[in-house]
């Protein structure tokens, strides 16, 4: 039998916050674990909203690794599951021994089978039984040896009141977005392409859309979200706004009995505390996007199509699993970045998958004569890639955001020229990548290179996640510009850093 669940105007307007909550919230709270008052203030917080009944979790003992569920969606505590929708489904694994904390994104278009209901996509299981027949389902179709010793469902209704609370989150925005809700059954957006700051709606916008990409895009999306928060919000900010940050999280998340209690939150959050430097660690879900269906007969552009469903072959799910689990030593960690990157940037030739145009580039900086600094431009860009130069968005009329000369303030306010330069490799994939440039030399995003190399006689700063740049920045005395991977890191180590040695002053 086959029941998918229709996924609700309301569920589509809360796609992420979750992430975001657990880490800064949790990470809130590692300076009031010395103190038993203190933590059964934080244990008041989350006893706003009941516990989850009868969560299927595995109690960790104090000091050792754990598996977080974290759940987002529109559920309100108390009402019933079938009334709830979930599009966030991530594993987070702390182990005191690693030096990352590990992210894994479940696709909510996964098929699977559902135990008692058959073929569905897997966020239909929520909808159905809740987290307890969310996690049966995943035990059962992707990782049988999964065992979660904490599960978090975030109502995503927090989200924009958190983003503020933390001062808005600089973002590095691939493409324009742009929607129309009045012309489409999509959610409205209009967000720029750039290096820029994203408040409360805007940023939920951002990480919630999957109007012309997919599944496994806007999970790569809110990862990255997530990873610029942790890395711009300091110790100092979480301690200075602990209640405020705590009272948000509780108000909309329910976890399992035992984060009700101060042995639980004490066992969670000393492992928090120990974890907070660690870096972010993205595992890629090895998915498999299926065909899609045909649009319904006669229908219309205002028809929503029902999106595709994705799958995965049982190895490559074992060995993402067996990543997720994995512990990170540090040395290692630098040394295979550093391998990495430097077999990319060890050559001063061209990296093969290449083409020149900078005759594009400089119609582009042609276009950017407002910019307010030196626009430079690749010579070099991925081969049968396209310069989005003048593109109108979804609805005819609306102005192009490419390529785009504006101004980006800092921490203080202070402006700063800025401006970029949008390709695209894949639109139906989602894979943008872009240059950006600014007079701001010290943007959060720049905080922490894995490695510097010198190519050309050009110093380039080198930052990878996992293995795979995903951003190569370089120095002038003018301003600071980058290469931004895309999303989902396709561009391999050796074009990126290729790419970023043959940038050009191209007026």
């Known amino acids: 039998m086959r029941r998918l669940i229709p996924r609700s105007r309301a569920g589509a307007l809360w796609r992420f916050a979750l992430a975001a909550l657990v880490v800064i919230a949790f990470a809130a709270t590692t300076t009031a674990v010395a103190g038993l008052l203190q933590v059964r203030q934080v244990s008041k917080y989350l006893s706003a909203t009941p516990s989850l009944p009868h969560a299927q979790v595995t109690i960790a003992d104090p000091g050792q690794p754990q598996t977080l569920l974290l759940i987002g969606s529109d559920h309100r505590a108390g009402t019933p599951w079938s009334s709830a929708n979930t ?19 479940l696709p909510r278009d996964l098929e699977v089978q559902v135990p008692g209901d058959g073929t569905a996509k897997l966020n239909a299981a929520y909808s159905l039984g809740g987290p307890n027949l969310l996690l049966q389902t995943i035990r059962d179709n992707v990782f049988p040896d999964l065992h979660v010793n904490h599960i978090l469902d975030v109502n995503f209704g927090g989200f924009e009141d958190l983003v503020n609370a933390i001062g808005c989150v600089y973002t590095d925005v691939d493409q324009r977005y742009y929607n129309n809700t009045a012309v489409t059954d999509y959610s409205s957006i209009d967000v720029q392409p750039g290096y820029q700051k994203l408040c409360g709606a805007d940023a939920l916008a951002f990480v919630r859309f999957r109007h012309t990409d997919s599944d496994i895009v806007r999970n790569a999306r809110q990862q990255d979200f997530l990873r610029w928060a942790k890395d711009q919000y300091s110790e100092a900010d ?18 399992d009995h035992n984060l009700h209690t101060t042995d639980g939150l004490i066992n969670l959050f000393n492992l928090v505390a120990f974890s907070s430097a660690h870096e972010i660690k993205q595992i890629p879900f090895p998915a498999i996007l299926l065909p899609c269906p045909p649009p319904p007969p006669n ?10 469903y994705v799958t995965a072959e049982s190895g490559p799910e074992a060995a993402a699993y067996q990543k997720l689990m994995s512990v990170t030593p540090a040395q290692v960690t630098t040394s295979a970045n550093r391998s990495a990157a430097g077999a990319a940037s060890a050559a001063a030739t061209p990296a093969a998958g290449l083409t020149a145009d900078l005759a594009d ?10 910019a307010g ?28 955001g490419y390529p785009r000369g504006y101004v980006i303030r800092d921490q203080s306010g202070d402006p700063h020229a800025a401006y970029r330069m949008t390709l695209v490799i894949n639109p139906g994939l989602g894979e943008y990548y872009g240059v950006q440039g600014t007079t701001w030399q010290s943007p959060p995003i720049l905080g922490k290179p894995t490695e510097t190399q010198v190519v050309n006689g050009r110093q380039l700063r080198l930052y990878a996640n996992g293995g795979k740049i995903s951003l190569v920045a370089w120095d002038t005395l003018q301003g600071v510009y980058w290469i931004s991977n895309t999303l989902t890191d396709t561009i391999p180590n050796r074009q990126m850093v290729s790419i970023a040695a043959s940038l050009v002053q191209a007026r």
């Open 238 to 255: 979480l301690i200075a706004n602990e209640g405020m940050l705590l009272k948000i999280f509780g108000q909309h998340v329910q976890t």
């Open 361 to 370: 580039g400089r119609s582009q900086a042609k276009a950017l004569r407002n």
């Open 373 to 400: 600094m030196p626009v430079y431009a690749p010579r070099m860009i991925v081969a049968n890639c396209t310069v989005q130069d003048g593109v109108t968005p979804a609805q005819a009329g609306v102005p192009s």
């Open 87 to 105: 599009d966030t489904m991530l594993l987070v694994r702390i182990d005191p021994n690693s030096s990352t904390i590990n992210l894994l994104s």
């Open 299 to 308: 229908a219309t552009s205002q028809v929503q199509q029902t999106p595709c």
